[in-house]
């Protein structure tokens, strides 16, 4: 196990009717507030007339910027930005999932920043500081709402790019079950995915000594293959609703992470590099390539860690651990299939066209993952697997 | 799964060296602080020494209070109090294991309040301020690291009593995971069974519906169950330590208990009051009392949460769930005694001469347990079957 610091400082609110604890909690840190949203679904389930009303009850001043995409664009951090700096906003509401609460981040980084925000991103600057930002959760997926992380596209470059940094960490998360009972099947699939896909990045690393975070990473795997069918099914089941969102914020504040020298994330990059240029929704992406890169990936050296996989999250009885291990990827894929995620690149009609040049683009500052290094030959073939 | 609010402020500092790191964390709160540390261990490996050095090499001034007892006493408790309120100190750290740490709450506790602490303890005052603490862990067992938990004896009356603070949590703790290689055979193996216990209170609630919680938990026991022995015959196992002391912290700093009406806690309680007689080590009164408990508590009704437990952690293959669960509870007594824990409490010389009274003592504010309720009969039926 390696040192590591641990300190998730977001505060969870967790449960039905749990958006009523918010304005306590945003008056630490000021009196205008500007809400953040995405394309209407808060407008249309009442949620952002339901906050408004809850943060003028309490004197708290509120600006607004609606119409973040899925996949957050630079034009609208832009745009966040300039209203935080022209009316002097003290604290971001982000009311959605994890593209808006990304985005939400790039805006609050961007506040305190006098260049471009973009630097951060390219890694030209680091962030510093950051205007305090809250969120309430109304997609079990990205975990952002618990970690200090934001992705951002850039639509000029065609780039998709991570960031991390403390204070980006939300200073609290509302995590109401019933904010997503509407989310449909396609997307509740695709956070279930990118759920299991978080707690696959940390668990596939070459690191030993870490069992504590193995095996709780497979309570998390464990609990998304059950949950998840009965999302599907029972749209409104609170309790498999409840653990889900649970879920996706545990899977991704550091929980299975910490001890490790750090994760693989190859497949997020490369995904980020097919929708960087085709807006796929990041779950199903992840659904396509990730048992792909497994198999790429694997060697009689790293079989044990997808057999150990097997035996304790699908209960396959294999002795052998190179069968064990392909055996587990094909379980994984069978999963990703019940829950009606495509498995073919071709099925979201992307074509082959511009794999190598995504394959160049991944491996831009050199060789991505952990668990095995990969260049730009080995994405384009993993993406040619997926095709 | 119920509401709930998680804020786990502790910033944890794991790893080797990590105590380099101590100065800063404290230089937030203040210049002057009060070392508390317990039998001398501490000044014998040199860790004392270590950390004031560290403090002068920061212009930090630093008072001591040594001498602490496990079982903290409320005797030490008041020194402290009046150590810290002549000398105008601003943070607490402490160095040790569990009853340090729960000694040196109550100190932080009683300086910001003009009454008797133990006050706190019967219930007839609440924690509303406490001074910040930071602690140094030297023993993987109570939990107390990372959470706002106290537990004090009080001698004159005979009692120990648990309180519970958010102002209580340690602003850091530093896990250093060879600062437990020189922890004995005994002390380590209560310590694994304390970190067990603190799963089994929260993991046998009537709760439905916490399926993610529940697999963690299975998670950590397991961890306790492959590192434990390995630390038991390598006690400088780098692996097993960091591994056992993660999981102390992990198995109750809410993460477990969260989204549940209350941890059962029943066994606990019991165990204080054997050990506010006989001084017994924490960790022993439960390896003794729990599997008792667990026979006295089964039923047809619950025996699917045992059964649930033997075979996701102990591998038992059994199909009635009455059966399984019986199979359960053998497996976590034979588990404690290949630990060497004993399983009756004549074999640490405890007579049954105080059972009715302990089971009075016990219920004294009503029934105690959630899992199923148990009132002082009951509770005295469970020391009778540890006798």
Known sequence: MKNFNYHT????????????????????????????????????????????????????????????????????????????????????????????????????????????????????????DALPIGTVLTLAATGSEMNGGSVVTNDETQEKLPISSESLKPKFSVLDPTLTFSVNKYQTASGVVDIMSHVFEQYFTPDMGTELQDNIAEGILKTCINEGPIALAEPENYQARANLMWASSLALNGLTGTGKMMGDWGTHMIEHEVSAIYDLTHGVGLAILFPNWMKFVLNERNAFKFAR???????????????????????????????????????????????????????????????????????????????
Chains 1, 2 share one sequence.
Not at 80 to 103: H, V
Not at 113 to 124: L, S, T
Not at 343 to 368: R, T, W, Y
């Open 9 to 128: 400082s977001t505060k969870i609110l967790f449960g039905k009717n749990k958006i009523n604890e918010i304005a306590g909690e945003i008056l630490n840190y000021g009196k205008h507030v500007l809400i953040t949203y995405g394309q209407g679904s808060v407008i249309k389930s009442g949620l952002l007339e339901k906050v408004k009303t809850i943060l003028a009850d309490n004197d708290i001043k509120v600006s607004e910027l609606g119409g973040i995409q899925p996949n957050p664009r630079l034009e609208s951090v832009k745009k966040g930005i300039s209203i935080c700096k022209e009316n002097d906003i003290d604290f971001i509401l982000a009311l959605g999932g994890g593209s808006i609460i990304d985005g939400s981040k790039a805006i609050a980084a961007g506040v305190k920043y006098e260049g471009d925000v973009w630097d951060f991103y390219i890694r030209k600057a680091k962030v510093e």
């Open 309 to 387: 996989l097997g035996r304790n999250v699908f209960g396959i009885k294999e002795e052998d651990e190179v069968l064990a291990a392909n055996k587990t990827i094909d379980a994984i894929r069978a999963f990703f299939s019940s829950l009606d995620m495509p498995a073919k690149l071709s099925e979201v009609n992307i074509p082959e066209e511009h794999f190598k040049k995504m394959g160049e683009k991944a491996c831009k500052f050199g060789p991505i993952g952990y668990f095995r290094r990969l260049n730009d030959v080995a994405v384009t073939e993993i993406l040619e697997l997926s095709k």
